[in-house]
């Protein structure tokens, strides 16, 4: 910045009093006297020192040097007046720079916008030394656009703040998904109950690759929503039962509270305080005709192809019968152990044994002669009764399609209540061995079947065998 100083002059038509130079950018500093005249008190006019003179000239009451900065913006030509010389300069180089720059915007500044200016650096400064006002500001406006009306940036700050407590881990969904099965593997949980945690929290990390502080209440709902049953016919794919909705809310909420005693949550973490529980529609009981139940086992021996190979589902008459006949669960079938049926001795029944039953209660359940019959071929000493991930999907995937069976949902349980509880009249001792509550059964499975068909249920025998030819041992399919 040069300064080019002239000699004071007082005329407005006369030069340049200064010039301030920047690059190739001068701005003129005009100087010129103003001067008010002297007034008679009374009339107010003008005092003269010779009124008779050609030119009278005023008598001078008070005198001041105005400085004149003068440049274009645009075609216009603006002028800036000031009473001090080193203001007057100091605006010149300030136009100048910002003539060089090509910042002609700022020069519209008002005073009053150049203090808020000066007061929005000074704040700035104390937060961040080399901060950039311009980023700062568009990172604002941009953060404000994306907010309703009525909500501050400043809200926005404390709910992160509340949810990211300084120093807590930052861990990924599938990093805490991991932790929890070890840990969950380490305290000796079921095998069924791993699977199930490894599938449905694995898909959960799979869909939220994120931080598990940055999961919402909302996207856990939206996701649960989502969810679809399985089938390779997208137009045949429905939202999964309310019932299952649930089971996938209660563990993804075991993740949760898992991470908050690890430490990866605040303490007061509560997403899925906003996860509506979904309605289950315990809807109309259906059971399984003697007839149907026939046809059921029947399809376990009919040899179908399959990838050009010939083969049964024999392996599911354990299944099928302890199902139909002792009326476990799907879950605890799976987990069931061959050394936990006793078919020796003067009662014969199955042990469920407390960490394996839904409701973490032993119990034990007498085993029908029909059941055994049907159980007596394929028994062994001990190993898991069935070796299938998810066994209860053959029943309803291939032995009710190969069977004609319309499949109905959980009607072997449904079916072994009702018709248990018709043939022994006795609401509370079939809730013992179904492990259901009393009111549950009283409420839902009498008088829906006679008894005639209680007892040809519990009649249903395995076919004779020809005398000639030894039971084998079939072999199981993973």
Not at 217 to 223: A, L, N, P, V, W
Not at 386 to 395: G, T, V
Request: aromatic share 8%; proline share 5%.
């Amino acid at each position: 910045m040069k300064t080019v100083p002239s000699e004071t002059k007082t005329d407005k038509k006369s030069g340049p009093f200064e010039v301030i130079k920047v690059g190739s950018i001068s701005i003129p500093i005009y100087a010129h006297t103003n001067i008010i005249p002297q007034r008679d008190p009374d009339s107010g006019k003008i005092i003269y020192e010779n009124p008779l003179a050609a030119i009278p000239k005023a008598v001078v009451k008070y005198q001041s040097t105005i400085y004149t900065v003068a440049y274009y913006h645009g075609t216009k030509r603006v002028r800036r007046k000031f009473s001090d010389l080193e203001v007057a300069r100091r605006e010149a180089q300030l136009i100048a720079l910002k003539l060089a720059n090509g910042e002609t915007e700022a020069l519209k500044l008002t005073g009053g916008d150049r203090a808020d200016y000066i007061r929005a650096m000074q704040k700035l400064r104390e937060w961040k030394p080399d901060a950039d006002l311009n980023l700062v500001v568009t990172d604002y406006v941009a953060a404000m656009r994306r907010l309703p009306d009525n909500v501050s940036l400043n809200d926005v700050i404390s709910t992160y703040i509340k949810r990211h407590p300084t120093g807590l881990p930052q861990k990924k969904v599938k990093e805490v998904v991991d932790e929890l099965i070890l840990s969950k593997e380490g305290a000796g949980k079921s095998d069924v109950y791993i699977k199930d945690l490894t599938s449905r929290l694995g898909a959960f990390a799979t869909k939220f690759n994120v931080l598990i502080a940055n999961v919402t209440g909302k996207e856990i709902e939206d996701y649960i929503r989502g969810l679809k049953t399985p089938n390779s016919d997208e137009s045949q794919r429905r939202q999964i039962a309310g019932r299952t909705q649930n089971n996938i809310r209660r563990l993804i909420s075991t993740l949760f509270k898992f991470a908050i005693k690890r430490g990866y949550l605040p303490k007061d973490h509560d997403e899925l305080g906003g996860v509506e529980i979904a309605s289950v529609d315990s809807g109309e009981i259906e059971v399984f005709t003697p007839t149907e139940l026939r046809k059921l086992f029947a399809a376990c021996t009919a040899p179908v192809t399959e990838r050009g190979k010939q083969r049964t589902r024999e392996e599911m008459i354990p299944y099928l019968a302890i199902a139909a006949f002792c009326g476990l669960r799907a879950a605890e079938i799976q987990r069931l152990d061959w050394s936990e049926i006793h078919l020796t001795g003067p009662e014969k029944f199955v042990e469920v044994k407390a960490d394996k039953a839904k409701t973490a209660s032993r119990r034990t359940v007498p085993i029908s002669d029909n059941c055994a019959a049907w159980l007596e071929h394929y028994a062994k000493n001990d190993g898991p009764v069935i070796n299938l991930s998810r066994a209860d999907k053959q029943l309803f995937l291939y032995l009710a399609e190969k069977s004609g069976v319309p499949w109905k949902h959980n009607g072997l349980r449904h079916s072994f209540i009702s018709y248990r509880v018709a043939l022994l009249k006795d609401v509370g001792q079939v809730s013992l061995e179904a492990g259901n509550s009393p009111q549950m059964i009283f409420k839902h499975y009498r008088q829906l079947v006679r008894d005639s068909e209680a007892q040809e249920w519990f009649s249903i025998q395995p076919p004779k065998q020809a005398e000639n030819v030894i039971p084998m041992q079939v072999a199981v399919s993973a």
